[in-house]
């Protein structure tokens, strides 16, 4: 059974850093494209970053400049580093990965989510 552990939320004061981490458990035969989403309370889910396996990213207007979505391949994990945080950003963080089983065999999973709060 693959699942997608996300790590690293927390609190943080206005300005600060987290990095979250989203990593591929079980028997994989490759991570493909990531992408990193939020919700705030009250508020749709919305697409923050993605990844592909090659390493090409895009990026939400609103965290350009300040997050960088990255991938380690060997460690089947997926990162968000999020600097110069606004309380706007809280929310609680979702990694979205599809993945291979095997050369054929493509699934697409979301993670259990992470809490980020960001205080003024």
């Known amino acids: 059974q693959v699942q997608l552990v996300e790590s690293g939320g927390g609190l943080v004061q206005a300005g600060g850093s987290l990095r979250l981490s989203c990593a591929a458990s079980g028997n994989i035969f490759s991570l493909d494209a990531v992408g990193w989403y939020r919700q705030a309370p009250g508020k749709q889910r919305e697409l923050v970053a993605t990844?592909?396996?090659?390493?090409?990213?895009t990026y939400a207007d609103s965290v350009k400049g300040r997050f960088t979505i990255s991938r380690d391949n060997a460690k089947s994990t997926a990162y968000l580093q999020m600097n110069s945080l606004k309380p706007e950003d809280t929310a609680v963080y979702y990694c979205n990965a599809e993945y291979r089983l095997s050369v054929f065999n493509r699934r697409v999973s979301w993670g259990q989510g992470t809490q980020v709060t960001v205080s003024s």
């Open positions: 990844i592909s396996r090659g390493g090409i990213t």
